[in-house]
């Protein structure tokens, strides 16, 4: 073997582990997402034929006679109180399509099935797969696995008649409008004092860094102590304007101030972060260039406009770009503190119906819509603004 298939070789195994992470944890999903988007895919529907049934006690509450009195019974009147599709859906508990009731009208073995039952041969707990292979003639690699339907574009289809799918993306947009361009100028603002030579700087860089590193769902839980009726924010308002008949508002039950106060937070919360960013780019401007400035003449305004800004040109496009996809992103703030559906983002409503609804495939759907905006974002970041070396 040459060397250098030796040297690949021991590459590929050293970097074997974060390969396969990457591809069962980021491949993986996004091609079942896309998959999925397709489908009617229910979560509650994936395990219904590994679920555990007692044919015997299914049977006895379907026909009505238990196992005492069936030595008194006929096949013929068990037949004429048994309907096969009733016994299957409500006393197995497997929700069927079309297909599958066809496959099972003319293939599943009734006569067996109520011989069995009438026999006492059916006392035991089994697989709903493995029920389904012993009583059907044909077809049973139907009831081995859950295999959702291809729908084609319908999923795409009912966006366009879901309101909700429309508020939440509109809620989105304007999230990013309003939070990232604010927090870009904060941001900027901050690590031009962060690295300012002023006495106490190091404190106040970790004094705005810190929210950032900070659990999501500590802050949330504050910002709802300050936003709550009761709060600090209502009580603070009410002592300076009081006088004027201020009457104290529920921030975050409010549908016209819900989605503003969150905004508020995550600046608050993001600011800092991004101000890193800032001050990266700032401490690789050489200080000549603002020395040349000074000795012709120029204000401190006029090099902050003329200098400064143009110099941080790279870090303001990065920032705005990866700002403006988390919040197009933005889920545990809304998940914690929102709690009515006119505020909701489109990340919100993706959780909701995967995981409230069962609503898989559509959650799909709208991850995948999500996906092509910000895709979209990234292409026109890099088609239009090029980055500078």
């Not at 040297?7 to 590929?12: F, H, R, S």
């Not at 229910?42 to 299914?58: H, I, S």
């Not at 289809?157 to 947009?173: G, Q, R, V």
């Not at 503003?260 to 200080?287: E, H, R, V």
């Amino acid at each position: 073997m040459k060397r250098s298939t030796k040297e690949a070789i021991t590459g590929y195994i050293f970097s074997a582990p974060i390969l396969l992470t990457v591809i069962i944890f980021t491949f993986y999903p996004i091609i079942a997402v896309f998959y999925y988007s397709f489908t009617n895919y229910q979560p509650l529907e994936a395990q219904k034929f590994n679920n555990l049934v007692n044919p015997q006690e299914a049977l006895e509450f379907n026909t009505g006679y238990f196992s005492d009195e069936l030595n008194d019974v006929s096949l013929e009147e068990l037949k004429q109180n048994f309907d096969i599709l009733t016994f299957i859906e409500l006393d197995v508990g497997v929700n069927l399509d079309e297909e599958s009731k066809t496959s099972i009208k003319k293939y599943f073995d009734t006569q067996k099935l109520l011989e069995d039952f009438k026999n006492k041969q059916l006392n035991h707990e089994i697989k709903v797969s493995t029920f389904m292979s012993e009583y059907m003639l044909k077809d049973s690699n139907k009831f081995k696995k859950y295999i959702p339907n291809f729908i084609g574009f319908e999923n795409f289809k009912k966006m366009f008649s879901d309101p909700y799918f429309t508020i939440s993306l509109f809620n989105a947009i304007l999230y990013a409008l309003i939070v990232v361009p604010v927090q870009t100028i904060l941001a900027v603002l901050l690590a031009v004092a962060a690295n300012s030579k002023i006495k106490g700087v190091s404190f106040f860089k970790t004094t705005f860094f810190i929210p950032s590193i900070t659990s999501s769902a500590a802050i949330s839980m504050i910002f709802w102590l300050i936003y709550s009726k009761p709060g600090v924010l209502n009580r603070l308002l009410t002592s300076f304007f009081g006088w004027a008949g201020y009457q104290p508002i529920d921030w975050l039950n409010e549908p016209n101030t819900a989605l503003f106060a969150i905004m508020i937070m995550n600046i608050w919360t993001t600011a800092g972060y991004f101000m890193i960013t800032f001050l990266a780019g700032l401490q690789d401007i050489s200080p000549s260039i603002y020395e040349a400035a000074k000795i012709d003449g120029a204000k401190d305004g006029k090099i902050f406009w003329k200098i400064t800004m143009p110099m941080l040109k790279p870090q303001i496009l990065f920032v705005m770009i990866m700002g403006t996809i988390g919040c197009l992103q933005v889920f545990d703030q809304i998940y914690f503190l929102i709690k009515n559906m006119r505020n909701i983002t489109i990340s919100y409503y993706i959780y909701k119906n995967a995981f409230e609804y069962g609503n898989m495939g559509y959650a799909s759907a709208l991850a995948v819509i999500l996906f092509g905006i910000i895709l979209l974002i990234t292409f026109i970041q890099k088609k239009f603004f090029k980055e500078e070396y």
